[in-house]
């Protein structure tokens, strides 16, 4: 069975301060996406990675997938209360085909102003 | 045709009652997706489609529920005899075949039983 195991669970921090999110596995991913969450709403998707060792930015958002893709990371630079949200990871297993995502426990961020 | 939609937002049912979901994706998009979200926790898989053809079933899916998407469009998700261990956000999320394509989700749908 394929896990995701995501760290920490909650995150309360000051505006302006720096952050990361881990989300790690012992299974190997095709890709890996990060979504965010509203209460209430669905999943919003931020990135996908494929490559093992690659990064991507998104304004201060910067994600980056592990050399073996079994994990990840998030990293938030100057948090803003707008940031506040559940953050997910999710693997896709690409030998399955099925196209189904596994998804991590999720990180609650709360960015206070 | 702006996004994947679910009807209802919101359910409270008394325990023992039977709820249905339904799911409309993007006209496009020839899969389909249920999963399940409980309060802190990310969500879980609970089937799929391929145009009307359900491909698989997690073991999360007890015999008191069922989906179904006869036309490979809308799709509903029936739980009957609901108990309180089913009060979770019930999200739907749709996708093109092949590759690293997005999932698009839903709003959800939360059910409530009482």
């Known amino acids: 069975t394929q896990l995701l195991e995501q760290s920490p669970q909650f995150l309360s921090i000051q505006e302006g301060e720096n952050l990361t999110v881990y989300c790690n596995s012992s299974s190997v991913f095709s890709s890996l996406q990060w979504y965010r969450q509203e209460p209430g709403e669905g999943p919003v998707l931020l990135v996908t990675?494929?490559?093992?060792?690659e990064v991507k930015k998104l304004k201060r958002l910067t994600f980056q997938f592990g050399d073996a893709r079994k994990d990840s990371s998030l990293h938030i630079t100057a948090a803003q209360p707008g940031d506040t949200g559940l953050y997910l990871c999710a693997g896709l297993n690409g030998s399955s085909n099925t196209g189904k995502l596994i998804f991590g426990q999720g990180t609650t961020l709360q960015v206070k102003p | 045709d702006t996004g994947v939609s679910q009807d209802p937002r919101h359910k409270i049912t008394k325990r023992g009652q039977n709820v249905t979901f339904r799911c409309d994706p993007i006209s496009e998009h020839n899969r389909l997706y249920w999963y399940r979200q409980t309060l802190g926790q990310g969500p879980e898989f609970l089937t799929y489609?391929?145009?009307?053809?359900?491909?698989?079933k997690s073991r999360l899916l007890s015999d008191r529920f069922s989906a179904e998407r006869p036309k490979g469009s809308f799709s509903t998700l029936e739980i009957q005899r609901t108990e309180q261990g089913d009060s979770a956000m019930y999200l739907c999320?749709?996708?093109?075949?092949?590759?690293?394509?997005?999932?698009?989700f839903g709003q959800g749908t939360r059910l409530t039983v009482v």
């Open positions: 990675v494929v490559t093992g060792g």
């Open positions: 489609f391929q145009n009307e053809a359900q491909l698989e």
């Open positions: 999320a749709s996708r093109i075949l092949g590759g690293n394509t997005e999932a698009f």
